[in-house]
C-alpha cells in the first residue's frame, strides 16, 4: 500500500517509524514543516521528523502550506492510497483530503470529541483528567471534527508531565494504527461521528502560560509545572530573575509555617526543604533553575541563595 506520512516533532517519530518498518507498506514520501533558524546563530535547523526520514532513506517534501496547485499536484502524481498525519501542523486543503483513496487519517492524542485543537496533553493534565488516550479519525475540513476510526484509553500517572505521556500517546499511536490500516483499507470499519455535544477544544500554548499564578492552589500549581513540561515550564520571578520551578509537589497548608500566597517558607522535609504558600496548600520545592544557570535540587540553590527564604515572589 502506498502511502504519505504528514508529522514534524519528535513525539510522533515512532508513527513513521512503525510505518516504513511494515512491508505490507511503502511510504512515497514525508511531509513535514520547513526548515526553522534556531539558537543564537539563528542557524537553519531541520525539524525532528525530517531528520528521522532522512535516516530511514525516504524522500522529504516540506512544503510552506499545502494550498498552492503546484503543491497539490506534487502530492497527486505520489498517488497515495492512505494519507497518515500526526502533528504536522499545516492545514490540509479538500484537495487534499480527497487525494487519496482512503482518505486522510490523523492521530491525535486526546479521546475526541474532548480537547480538540492543538493542545489536548496539555489540557488534559491542566484540567486533572484521569484517563486520556489516542483516536485515529478520518480528517474533514474541520479542526479534529472527522469520525472515529479507532480509539484506545490510557490513564494518566501522577509523574506524567506533557511531554512524557506525549511520547506514550504517540507510541500507543503507531501500535493502534498499524492494527487499525488493514481493516479499514479493506472496508471491514464503519466510522463513528463525534459526538458534538460532548467536544472541548483546547488552545495554544504561550510562553506566559507557565507563569505561576499564586491565587491558584497547590495542586493547581503541580499540575501546571506538570502540563508545562518541557515547554514553557511553571515559573515565577525573583527580583529581576526569572526562576523556574523545575520540579515541585503539592502539600496541606499543615506541612509547614503559615504562608501568604507567593510567599517562600522553610519545610523541614529532606527532599524538599522549602515552599512556597499558595491560595490553598503549600507548593513544594524540589528542583530550581535560574535563568542561564543549571537546574539544582532546593537543598542545592538554598545553599546559593539562602536569602531565598523568606521572599515574597
Not at 479493506?186 to 460532548?198: K, S, V
Not at 515550564?233 to 525573583?238: F, K, S
Not at 517562600?264 to 526543604?273: K, S
Request: hydrophobic residues 45%; glycine residues 8%; proline residues 11%.
Amino acid at each position: 500500500m502506498r502511502l504519505v506520512f504528514m508529522g514534524t516533532p519528535d513525539p510522533v517519530a515512532p508513527v513513521l517509524d512503525a510505518l516504513a518498518h511494515r512491508p505490507d507498506l511503502q511510504v512515497v514520501a514525508v511531509y513535514t514543516q520547513p526548515d526553522r533558524p534556531r539558537g543564537r546563530g539563528r542557524a537553519p535547523d531541520m525539524p525532528p521528523v525530517k531528520r528521522h526520514a532522512l535516516s530511514l532513506g525516504l524522500t522529504v517534501r516540506q512544503p510552506p502550506s499545502l494550498r498552492s496547485a503546484r503543491v497539490q499536484a506534487e502530492l497527486a502524481e505520489l498517488r497515495p492510497e492512505v494519507i497518515v498525519v500526526a502533528a504536522y501542523g499545516l492545514f490540509l486543503p479538500p484537495t487534499v483530503l480527497e487525494a487519496p483513496a482512503h482518505g486522510c487519517l490523523n492521530l491525535h492524542p486526546s479521546l475526541l470529541p474532548r480537547h480538540r485543537g492543538p493542545s489536548p496533553v496539555v489540557t488534559a493534565i491542566l484540567e486533572g483528567d484521569a484517563v486520556t488516550g489516542i483516536s485515529l479519525m478520518l480528517l474533514d475540513a474541520g479542526m479534529d471534527t472527522g469520525p472515529i476510526i479507532a480509539q484506545q484509553v490510557r490513564p494518566i500517572a501522577p509523574a506524567d508531565t506533557a511531554g512524557s505521556l506525549t511520547d506514550a500517546l504517540f507510541r500507543q499511536g503507531a501500535e493502534l494504527l498499524l492494527e487499525t490500516l488493514p481493516e479499514w483499507v479493506a472496508g471491514r470499519i464503519t466510522p463513528r461521528a463525534q459526538e458534538e455535544a460532548l467536544a472541548t477544544v483546547t488552545h495554544k500554548v504561550g510562553r506566559t502560560d507557565g507563569q505561576a499564578r499564586w491565587e491558584l492552589s497547590a495542586a493547581g500549581l503541580e499540575r501546571r509545572c506538570r502540563a508545562y513540561t518541557p515547554w514553557p515550564g511553571l515559573y515565577t520571578h525573583w527580583g529581576n530573575q526569572v526562576l523556574k520551578l523545575v520540579e515541585v509537589t503539592a502539600l496541606p497548608a499543615t506541612a509547614g509555617p503559615e504562608a501568604r500566597p507567593g510567599q517562600v517558607v522553610p519545610l523541614q522535609m529532606p527532599d524538599i526543604p522549602a515552599g512556597i504558600g499558595a491560595a490553598e496548600g503549600v507548593l513544594g520545592l524540589k528542583t530550581l533553575q535560574l535563568e542561564g544557570r543549571r537546574a539544582v535540587s532546593a537543598a542545592e540553590f538554598l545553599r546559593g541563595y539562602p536569602q531565598f527564604l523568606g521572599a515574597q515572589l
